[in-house]
């Protein structure tokens, strides 16, 4: 049997598996590439890596006022022993030595992360909240506004722990800025969170004031949920499974607080009045 012409119906369009602005995809990949080519180095080489591109409290607080270096020996004397104490004194000598302040690392350390599971969980924080953003944004204002959120987490981060010789990774910073950004415009009374995925729509609803984002009940319940598991987890209250590293809740509260005060510095969307 044989059919005319042009009697079949069409085949309806494919959608794809994950619908993510592609500025997202291509972050995801740089992230997961760079996690991966870490892997190929020796223990060494990668210490060696992130003396240069991880961020460092100590550092730059010594820069600012070198005289304290007696002030971080004693803390770390104080705290360990014995071998302890060498492997410590160690760690400051590769950390600090010959480098300067090295003000890259404000930004560079949010390109490397402690596990993999620590780069997963912030690839799939990204995918959910900062892709309305990106959508809203597009990918140059996006990557201004995480590259802020960055700085301003490090910023908080070496204000609390200003002689810590411990190096700071990981793009959650970043991550907590565009949840930031997000909560100016996704809680808009009678959005559904369906049509987030759609870029007309994303850029068409109007942002909320600061004075009115403290009026919205979903807003205000989302943000004090936020802070509270990010303190809570931070302080080591809950244990966080196959994880050894510390959560750094300061630097997520500094890239938030950016990313929650500087969206509208950013946005060129519509405001609610």
Same mark, same amino acid.
């Given at each position: 049997?044989?059919? $005319? +012409? ?5 085949? *309806? *369009?494919?959608e794809?598996?994950? =619908?993510? $602005? ?5 972050l995801?990949?740089a992230?997961?590439a760079?996690?991966?080519?870490r ?6 080489? @990668?210490?060696?890596? &992130?003396s240069?591109?991880?961020?460092v +409290?100590?550092?730059?607080s010594?820069?600012?006022a070198?005289?304290?270096?007696e !002030? ?7 705290? %360990? ?15 600090? %030595? @010959?480098g300067?302040?090295? #003000? ?7 390109? #490397?992360h402690?596990?993999w599971?620590?780069?997963?969980? =912030? ?7 900062? /892709? *309305?953003? %990106?959508?809203?944004?597009? +990918?140059?204002?996006?990557?201004t506004?995480l ?8 910023l908080l981060?070496?204000?609390s722990? !200003?002689? @810590?010789?411990? +190096?700071?990774?990981?793009? /959650? %910073?970043?991550?907590?800025?565009a ?6 415009f996704?809680?808009? $009374?009678?959005l559904?969170?369906?049509? #987030? ?9 109007p942002?909320e ?6 009026? =919205?009940s979903?807003s205000? &319940?989302f ?6 598991t =990010? ?10 499974l196959?994880?050894e590293t510390?959560?750094?809740? !300061? ?5 938030f ?5 500087l969206?509208?510095l ?8």
């Open positions: 049997m044989s059919y $005319p +012409p042009h009697s079949h119906p069409a085949a *309806p *369009p494919r794809p598996i994950l =619908n993510l $602005p592609t500025v997202i995809v291509w995801t990949v992230l997961a760079i996690q991966g080519g892997a190929l180095l020796s223990a060494y080489d @990668d210490y060696v890596l &992130m240069w591109f991880a961020f +409290p100590a550092r730059l010594l820069w600012l070198p005289e304290r270096l !002030e971080m020996v004693g803390a770390l004397a104080n705290s %360990a022993a014995g071998q302890d104490l060498a492997d410590r004194l160690q760690l400051v000598r590769i950390l600090l %030595a @010959d300067g302040p090295r #003000l890259w690392t404000l930004l560079t350390y949010g390109l #490397l402690g596990s599971l620590h780069l997963v969980t =912030n690839v799939v924080w990204l995918a959910a909240f900062g /892709s *309305p953003v %990106a959508r809203r944004l597009g +990918p140059g204002r996006f990557l506004l590259g802020l959120s960055t700085i301003g987490g490090a981060h070496w204000f722990r !200003e002689l @810590d010789v411990l +190096p700071l990774v990981g793009a /959650s %910073a970043a991550v907590s800025g949840t930031a950004a997000a909560i100016r996704v809680f808009a $009374p009678g559904r969170f369906g049509s #987030l995925a759609d870029d007309a729509v994303v850029r068409a609803i942002a004031p600061m004075g009115q984002l403290w009026r =919205n979903r205000l &319940m943000i004090g949920i936020w802070f509270a =990010n303190i809570i987890f931070g302080a080591g209250l809950v244990p966080i196959g994880d510390s959560i750094a809740w !300061e630097a997520h509260i500094g890239g607080m950016v990313g929650l005060l969206f509208p950013i946005d060129r969307g519509p405001v609610r009045r």
